[in-house]
């Protein structure tokens, strides 16, 4: 008898485990009020959700698609690749996704052109996952 109940008790410790488990997307704040606690979390590893925009001269996660239509610079983090492990940015182009790595504020230093990047706040994607709008 007390073999059975060590073993239902087992079985309830892992179902309310696995319930609880969650992902970085679960903890994602959006592209807007990442740049208004711009202070707090830069150098930070953080999760952004965001609509994507990765092509040829944009590589930036903008808080809409409307945004990302209007190349809108207010409502826009630049996009930059940690390191060479990184998932295919360019096959979730103009999609909703979540990104995970180091955000900066000083992505695009002020004597510097970068023609992709909408701002000087970027972040440094070490990971990617799809998200809903």
Known sequence: MRLIQLFLVSIIVFVCGCSTSSTDADFAIDVDSALESLPEITGETVSIRGYLSYDFEDKNLYASERHARDYDQDHCISIGVANDA??????????????????????????????????????????????RE
């Open 86 to 131: 990184i998932p295919d940015l360019e096959g979730s182009n103009d999609q909703w996704v979540t990104v995970s790595g180091t955000l900066t504020d000083d992505f695009c230093p002020p004597d510097t052109i970068c023609m992709a990047s909408c701002s000087q706040v970027g972040i440094f994607v070490e990971a990617l996952q799809s998200a």
